[in-house]
């Protein structure tokens, strides 16, 4: 056992992962005992670390890529976000029980709880991409209710394939579809790395989309997306993904050091200028 709680982010590479900034800037503001860190792990070392988890050496940690899936598997339970996702980014010991979950679907709503609230009211969806970011969306708009939502992908495949998993409220379609249904959502989401790092044109305008649209994007570099410079030229509510990495790592500091952490503008501001330190 240790004296203090440890816990850390594991992944493979891990040089950039920006959740140490966040736990570690909560444990001061805290005054918490405890300490988070950065393991590179290789996949054949996953089940290793896991097993410094049930024998008390860390009270947990964070996973990501590449070992989010492969971690279900090794864990003794998980909630239903994390089954329904496929993925487990949080990990801790609950008695004899190594448990795993998957807070991005959470992360996702506790941001726009607090910055739109007015996001559960929506009936429609329309969700650009399929991929594990999109998984996560799905679970969130489910849960808060959301009665029929597109989604649209470049390989439909993968479009049909969670239609498949998350149920019939699920209506999958060719990205170069999704144009038509923009006027008749409520809430859009960019899941898809478009906007990103390339130039590749988004293949919808928010021009048609209703005045109280939502708009909504995962991606967090660079803060504001080509999608959201659309959806704010045109007047629409946004709200961008470093929201949603903040949020997600709450259930976890609160599991492992006591204390449930708030995000404020203080933290949002330290982890923006990590990311601008970076692209300068
Ligand atoms: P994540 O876990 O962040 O969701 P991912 O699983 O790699 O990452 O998914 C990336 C998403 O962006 C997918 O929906 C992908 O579409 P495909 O399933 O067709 O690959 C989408 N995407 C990435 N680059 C794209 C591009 N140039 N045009 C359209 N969609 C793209």
Request: hydrophobic fraction near 40%.
């Amino acid at each position: 056992m240790v004296d203090f709680p440890k816990a850390f982010v594991c992944g493979h590479p891990i040089k950039h992962s920006r959740s140490p900034i966040i736990h570690t800037h909560w444990l001061a503001k805290y005054g918490l005992e405890g300490s988070y860190e950065k393991i590179d792990v290789e996949p054949g070392q996953l089940a290793g670390l896991f097993d410094q988890v049930r024998q008390g050496i860390y009270s947990g940690g964070n996973i990501t890529l590449p070992h989010k899936e492969a971690a279900l598997s090794l864990v003794d339970h998980t909630d239903d976000a994390a089954v329904k996702i496929g993925a487990v980014n949080t990990l801790y010991q609950d008695g004899k029980y190594l448990v795993g979950n998957n807070t991005d679907s959470f992360g996702f709503a506790a941001n726009l709880d607090n910055q739109i609230p007015s996001w559960r009211d929506g009936q429609q969806a329309l969700i650009l991409g399929a991929g594990g970011a999109s998984r996560a969306v799905l679970f969130a708009l489910i849960s808060a209710g959301y009665k029929k939502i597109y989604l649209a992908n470049r390989t439909l495949s993968r479009a049909e394939n969670l239609a498949s998993i998350f149920g019939p409220k699920i209506h999958p379609i060719a990205l170069d579809q999704s144009q038509m249904h923009v006027s008749s959502s409520d809430l859009i989401i960019n899941t898809t790395s478009l906007g990103m790092n390339d130039n590749s044109p988004m293949p919808i305008s928010l021009g048609a989309a209703k005045s109280d649209c939502l708009a909504a994007d995962i991606v967090y570099i660079p803060i504001k997306t080509a999608f959201l410079t659309d959806a704010e030229n045109h007047g629409l509510m946004t709200s961008d993904g470093l929201g949603m990495l903040l949020h997600q790592a709450t259930p976890g500091f609160e599991k492992w050091f006591g204390q449930a952490p708030i995000v404020d503008d203080t933290l949002r501001q330290i982890v923006l200028d990590d990311i601008n330190k970076e692209d300068a």
